[in-house]
């Protein structure tokens, strides 16, 4: 190898080694999450916590910190009981923060004998899957922002999780360092706007869409609310940050108006995009790469409510 052919790898080694997340991948992923044996994920069960430990291996996989305390998993009392939320990070060249986010809980299992096991494939294995390959995607890069991992339990239950982590002395400083937060929920289907496409709730009350399209990669496209009139940006995990003034918003593929599988048994793997979720993926990651806190400062507008 010349010397210069060497000196030119060395530059281009981002580029050499740069790993996509394979399709592959995000299958696994997925399929492990909304699989029987995970019999539907709901909080304050054996096999939620089985699905908590799961992701926490995946974050172990991709070496990355603990948010608080010595694990992965984050506690919190629902019932009586101690259940868990899972929370990672990536520390990148600034203090700065986004964050990743979804929540991992479903709604367990139905007395119906034909099939008894409310899978949530899409609802919301697929954003956990969306959060769990940006870790993957981060795997060896070193990124301007630090980046925060968070699966959150309990959020059929009414939030539970993330209301609890929010609150979470130990993390304010952190919380407190979150430029934006991302929350996937139910991204496993292509939208209304067409394939490689989210829509982000609430875009009215962020420039979160608009600074984020600037940079966007391979024309990855963040959308509009199409749901204007359901107040989604209410509705999900990404308001119990919203109430501590963080930018937060979710983001969605579902067509919420012809959409026949939520919280529904048919919410199962054969209505998954997987070239779609891991196209996303990818585009997702690489734009987040090319973020800085120079050139992604998003601010809420004054419609905004914080109540
Ligand atoms: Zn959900």
């Keep these: 190898m010349s010397k210069f052919f060497f000196l030119w790898l060395l ?16 299958v696994e992923v997925l399929s492990h999450l909304a699989s029987d044996e995970m019999k539907g994920r709901e909080i304050g069960t054996p096999e939620n916590e089985t699905a908590a430990l799961y992701i926490a291996q995946k974050f172990a996989e991709n ?8 694990s992965y998993l984050v506690p919190f009392n629902y019932r009586g009981k101690i259940v868990y939320n899972v929370c990672a990070i990536k520390k990148g060249k ?7 986010s979804a929540h991992f809980d479903h709604i367990g299992i139905s007395d119906n004998p034909r099939d008894q096991v409310f899978n949530g494939a899409d609802d919301n294995a697929s954003g956990v899957t969306a959060m769990i390959g940006l870790a993957d995607y981060f795997k060896t890069k070193e990124p301007d922002f630090s980046l925060m991992f968070i699966a959150f339990n309990g959020e059929e239950k009414g939030m539970k999780g993330s209301k609890a982590i929010v609150e979470i002395p130990d993390l304010q400083t952190k919380h407190q360092n979150i430029a934006a937060l991302f929350n996937f929920e139910m991204v496993a289907t292509v939208s209304q706007f067409g394939p490689n496409a989210l829509y982000m709730t609430g875009d009215e009350f962020s420039d979160v869409d608009e600074l984020f399209n600037a940079q966007s990669i391979n024309n990855l496209k963040i959308q509009p609310d199409p749901h204007i009139g359901q107040q989604l940006f209410y509705r999900s995990d990404n308001v119990s940050f919203v109430k501590k003034k963080i930018i937060a918003h979710s983001l969605s593929t579902v067509d919420m108006t012809k959409a026949k599988h939520y919280h529904q048994l048919n919410d199962d793997l054969e209505i998954v995009d997987f070239d779609n979720l891991t196209e996303i993926i990818n585009n997702f990651g690489k734009t987040i790469e090319k973020l800085n806190p120079q050139n992604f400062a998003p601010k809420y507008t004054d419609k905004v409510s914080f109540e």
Excluded: M
């Design 94 to 100: 600034s203090e700065k923060t986004l964050a990743f």
């Design 63 to 70: 070496k990355l910190d603990y948010c608080v305390g010595h």
């Design 11 to 26: 530059g281009n080694s981002s580029l050499l080694f740069s790993q996509e997340v394979s399709k592959k991948r995000v």
